[in-house]
């Protein structure tokens, strides 16, 4: 299963994130796709990718495969009425999308604006499908198209072979030695296990050496 991280330890890695947005963008509300997927981006051990108008098989298919989907919302629409939403707010809302459940017809999701049952919350598919837009900083409000950003792990290996590659550019770099993670400041537990053949669609990039 996922590793629990203590609500201590997610509000100083949550700050370190509203610290980067205030420091570019002079807030850190109501962060859209594009800021979302910047932050992924450079500050996390994951890549991320902003798809629009994704399918329900697509969005299923990311996360059988292990990899976590964020979703923008029109919150309002999601019905939960444990979301302390400001009456004439925007309603905006981000979620993650950890799994589903077929039979239920359901995602699995973290909903960190629900602080009773945000932990593995369950929305139904349609209400997930029927909510998603992406915020609009000159409207002040969530507008179309549909929009989630998929993550993929940025340190992987596959369960056959000790080799570690580093992925960015849509290119895989081998990692030569494990005194590269120490130099460039990288957690040796953001190392992800992945298929061969998710990581073959890769082509081969310079390898990463010690400094």
């Given at each position: 299963g996922a590793d629990v991280v203590s609500v201590a330890m997610a509000k100083t890695n949550m700050q370190k994130l509203f610290d980067v947005q205030d420091a570019i963008w002079a807030s850190n509300a109501d962060a859209d796709a594009f800021r979302t997927d910047y932050l992924v981006t450079n500050h996390s051990s994951y890549?991320?990718?902003?798809?629009?108008?994704?399918?329900?098989?697509?969005?299923?298919?990311?996360?059988?495969?292990?990899?976590?989907?964020?979703?923008?919302?029109?919150?309002?629409d999601l019905n939960n009425p444990n979301i302390p939403f400001a009456v004439y707010g925007?309603?905006?809302?981000?979620?993650?999308?950890?799994?589903?459940?077929?039979?239920?017809?359901?995602?699995?999701?973290?909903?960190n604006g629900d602080h009773r049952t945000g932990t593995n919350i369950r929305y139904g598919y349609n209400t997930i499908m029927n909510s998603l837009g992406d915020f609009d900083f000159a409207q002040r409000k969530v507008v179309d198209p549909p929009t989630v950003i998929f993550t993929s792990?940025?340190?992987?290996?596959?369960?056959?072979?000790?080799?570690?590659?580093?992925?960015?550019?849509?290119?895989?770099?081998?990692?030569?030695?494990?005194?590269?993670f120490t130099?460039?400041?990288?957690?040796?537990?953001?190392?992800?296990?992945?298929?061969?053949?998710?990581?073959?669609?890769?082509?081969?990039?310079?390898?990463?050496?010690?400094n």
């Open positions: 890549n991320s990718q902003i798809v629009t108008d994704p399918t329900l098989e697509q969005i299923k298919y990311e996360l059988q495969e292990g990899r976590p989907v964020i979703s923008f919302h029109y919150g309002k925007s309603y905006y809302h981000v979620i993650v999308l950890i799994g589903y459940d077929e039979e239920a017809q359901e995602f699995i999701a973290h909903d792990p940025r340190f992987v290996k596959t369960a056959t072979s000790p080799r570690v590659y580093y992925i960015v550019d849509g290119h895989k770099h081998y990692v030569t030695a494990p005194q590269v130099q460039q400041g990288w957690e040796w537990d953001a190392i992800f296990t992945v298929k061969e053949e998710w990581l073959d669609q890769f082509p081969e990039g310079e390898d990463i050496r010690v």
